[in-house]
């Protein structure tokens, strides 16, 4: 059990325009998902936590006006990134847990690539 | 602040034995993580432990000591496929993951 979802696994966009990614767990509910980026050969960085029906709380550095998160059930949330543009390209990974001792168990993440 | 250290890299033989060392500084603790990356992937969970002492699964054992703020990770008879990133992440007292900035593991034959 356990199982989270991620999709899509790769996404190249041009620049300006917007990306949603949305990350599902499937057996389990999840009252709080996290969003994480990393960059080539870098640590997981966490963005943002999200709340299953209230606001998300955003890291302190990272614009919540451009990754907008959304966690309307408690099995889906979903990260807009808006207006994108190449710095943006990084790999993007969603955790949620079902319980602590289990771990937290990471989507397949999604490889995005502005151009 | 909150610190969580493990070595950048490190070379081991295939059917040997390695030792990924953790240390950390953290605001309270509610538990270690250790997580296996391989290349372009996303991170697995390899184990969790709480409570002092070795937690054994299968070819992988992770230990703790929360006096001294340590965790290592053992990896017994090498495979080439254990050539990976291994990351360790420390849970604090808001359950909030504080993560290290993981140790690349070579495996060489």
């Known amino acids: 059990g356990a199982v989270v979802s991620q999709h899509p696994s790769r996404v190249i966009c041009k620049s300006g325009t917007s990306v949603k990614i949305e990350c599902r767990s499937l057996d389990f509910q999840a009252t709080t998902m996290f969003w994480y980026r990393q960059f080539p050969k870098q640590s997981l960085m966490l963005m943002a936590t999200s709340n299953e029906g209230s606001k998300a709380t955003y890291e302190q550095g990272v614009e919540k006006d451009k990754f907008l998160i959304n966690h309307a059930s408690l099995t889906l949330s979903t990260l807009t990134v808006t207006s994108a543009h190449p710095e943006d390209s990084s790999f993007y990974i969603c955790s949620a847990s079902r319980e602590v001792s289990y771990g937290y168990t990471f989507g397949s993440g999604t490889r995005l690539t502005v151009v | 602040g909150q610190n969580i250290d493990q070595p950048t890299e490190m070379t081991a033989t295939e059917g040997a034995i390695v030792q990924i060392n953790c240390t950390y500084q953290t605001s309270g603790f509610n538990g270690l993580f250790w997580y296996q990356q391989h290349a372009g992937e996303a991170p697995t969970f390899l184990s969790y432990?709480?409570l002092d002492g070795l937690e054994e699964k299968g070819r992988f054992s992770s230990f703790l000591s929360r006096s001294k703020g340590y965790s290592y990770l053992l990896l017994k008879e090498l495979q080439m496929k254990d050539s990976a990133s291994y990351l360790c992440?420390?849970?604090?007292?808001?359950?909030?993951?504080?993560w290290g900035a993981g140790t690349k593991l070579i495996i060489k034959p």
């Open positions: 992440a420390v849970l604090d007292s808001n359950y909030q993951l504080i």
């Open positions: 432990n709480v």
